[in-house]
């Protein structure tokens, strides 16, 4: 079923497609089934996905209204996936390998991974990890102590959480456990070609790059992502990395390489490294992003990667597009999207005609 499609259901609150995917609302957090009798959003605020477990990975949670969780997938495979997600889910204590996993759902532990992947867009470990991660996360919030929150979430040892806590936690588990205390947050917000644009920074290196109309509702998506965090303005001390990305949006810099800081599951970082490579003025379809990757069938999995990229321009998610060119959803608007690949391609032209006659003249 195709995202138009799919989006017509969600304006219907279609119930007969309870179960065939939810929708997920990024200015709320929330996901919902598409009959659900709340407010419709906006569309470029939505994204899709085919099972709750994969919308909850993304970092949604369920409407209280609809209840999404509680319906059955009409598709076997997808309603497979979902019974493995409950199992791994039970399992928190402990590994679970993937033969146990096919045992447990009633599929070869080769088509299992091959499905699983393609529908969550990361393998049955990867889940398992982030369930366990997840599971620290909560004890920390409720007040437990770092190492009782380890070895009750079922990580052997404290050295297994750490190596994962600077990717995964984007800080240290102490410093998770107290909210993000001590975490520091610089923004600044300029004009530029597309509007307005936000750029914000850790002491580490940019954490968010955004465009729109208004500083208002700019400064609200920041502290929405980032709700704990010490934010304060500072234009001085981001001076220098606007004015790059201005340069970039300029066509004097094709290759913006600034320092970052952003949390990213495995999968995501692997998207969003693939999306950098896209040489200046072209653009790719999400499927011959995931084949780059080697997995060919995840190009939905690509899509959601792209949708949840908090750093536009550095990471240029707009150079991802539909199977048949079609400048598909983008967070800071298609209209956006259109207009950078557009001016993306005009310089590269332009760069390269510049390079042609450099190449006749010393001939």
């Not at 520091?184 to 750029?199: K, M, N």
Request: hydrophobic share 40%.
């Amino acid at each position: 079923m195709l995202n138009d499609d799919r989006w017509q259901a969600v304006l219907a609150a279609d119930a007969t497609q309870d179960g065939a995917f939810v929708y997920a609302v990024r200015s709320t957090g929330v996901y919902c089934r598409p009959s659900c009798p709340s407010r419709r959003p906006k569309r470029e605020s939505v994204t899709f996905f085919d099972v709750p477990e994969a919308a909850e990975g993304a970092g949604f949670r369920a409407c209280r209204r609809c209840n999404p969780r509680d319906t059955n997938a009409r598709d076997p495979h997808l309603e497979a996936v979902r019974a493995a997600c409950r199992y791994l889910e039970s399992r928190d204590e402990g590994a679970v390998t993937l033969a146990e996993l096919g045992d447990a759902v009633g599929l070869s532990p080769h088509h299992l991974q091959r499905v699983f992947t393609r529908v969550m867009g990361i393998s049955p470990r990867a889940y398992a990890d982030a369930r366990r991660l997840s599971r620290v996360k909560s004890l920390l919030k409720a007040g437990d102590d770092v190492t009782g929150a380890l070895y009750e979430a079922g990580y052997g040892s404290s050295s297994r959480l750490y190596e994962r806590a600077d990717e995964q936690l984007g800080m240290t588990p102490a410093t998770y456990r107290r909210g993000g205390e001590g975490v520091h947050i610089r923004y600044t917000i300029a004009d530029s070609p597309l509007g307005r644009i936000l750029v914000a920074a850790t002491r580490k290196g940019v954490c968010m790059v955004s465009l729109g109309d208004h500083d208002a509702h700019l400064e609200h998506e920041l502290r929405h992502d980032f709700p704990t965090a010490e934010i304060a303005r500072d234009d001085k001390a981001l001076g220098a990395w606007v004015k790059a990305l201005l340069r970039h949006l300029d066509g004097k810099a094709p290759h913006i390489d600034l320092p970052l800081d952003v949390r990213a599951t495995a999968f995501q970082r692997k998207v969003w490294q693939a999306l950098r490579e896209i040489p200046y003025g072209e653009h790719r379809t999400y499927k011959e992003i995931a084949a780059a990757l080697g997995i060919p069938n995840a190009a939905r999995a690509v899509g959601r990667a792209c949708a949840t990229n908090p750093v536009s321009l550095i990471v240029p998610c707009h150079r991802a597009v539909g199977s048949s060119g079609d400048l598909t959803g983008y967070r800071w608007g298609v209209a956006r999207k259109k207009a950078l690949l557009a001016q993306e391609r005009a310089n590269a032209d332009r760069a390269s005609v510049r390079h042609d006659e450099r190449a006749r003249r010393s001939a």
